[in-house]
Structure formats: C-alpha cells, structure tokens
C-alpha cells in the first residue's frame, strides 16, 4: 500500500529556509502526481505547489510563488519542497498528497493518499 511521510519540518526564522522532504513507498513514483498542501491553525487547508509524473508541469500558490520549488527524483521515490524566505504566515502543518490516477493534479479534491503531516513554524 502507498505511503507517504513528510520530513524536514520545524522552526525558524522569519527569512530562513527549510526543505521538506515526501518519501513515498508502496508504490512508484514515476506513476503518482504529488502536491504540497498546508493548513494553519483555524484555516482551511490550501494547496500549496503540485507536480506531474515526470516533473514537466508545476503550480504554485500566489503567495508562495518566488519562494517555494517544488522537485521530484524519482529514483529517490522522493519529493521536495524548499521553502525560502520564509515568513510568518507560512507557519502550518504541510502535507504531501498524491494522485494515482492522473498525470497532473493539484486539487485536494483529487489526491488519493495523504502523509501525516510536517509542523513548520516561522517566528515572528
């Protein structure tokens, strides 16, 4: 069975970087689309970044735009999302997402399997 766990999280400043990290297993990557997710404390979860099968096609949220990228290795079955610049309000939990049955997909709606989630907290 697919799984996926995120790492990377944790605390720093504002203007700091973290790389989070989506390690999927149970399955092969090359056939999952992966989005990035987030939810801050009492908000709606929100897309953050998606990425097709073979990395082609990628999307960003507006107000992570110039500071995030999302990559993949497939050979890792890993995905990556560096976070620069940092800011307060991208204090939430982040969760990676996957989408077996399309090729591209950034809707919530859409992802099959969720990882557990990794805290990242900026300090104001």
């Known amino acids: 069975q697919l799984q996926l766990v995120e790492s990377g999280g944790g605390l720093v400043q504002p203007g700091g970087s973290l790389r989070l990290s989506c390690v999927a297993s149970?399955?092969?990557?090359?056939?999952?689309?992966i989005g990035w997710f987030r939810q801050a404390p009492g908000k709606e979860r929100e897309g953050v970044s998606c990425i097709s099968r073979n990395g082609s096609s990628i999307a960003y949220a507006n107000s992570v735009k110039g500071r995030f990228t999302i990559s993949r290795d497939n050979a890792k079955n890993t995905v990556y999302l560096q976070m620069n610049n940092l800011k307060p309000e991208d204090t939430a939990v982040y969760y990676c997402?996957?989408?077996?049955?399309?090729?591209?997909?950034?809707?919530?709606?859409?992802?099959?399997?969720w990882g557990k989630g990794a805290l990242v907290t900026v300090s104001s």
């Open positions: 997402a996957a989408d077996r049955e399309r090729w591209y997909s950034c809707g919530v709606s859409g992802m099959n399997y």
């Open positions: 149970g399955f092969i990557l090359d056939y999952l689309a």
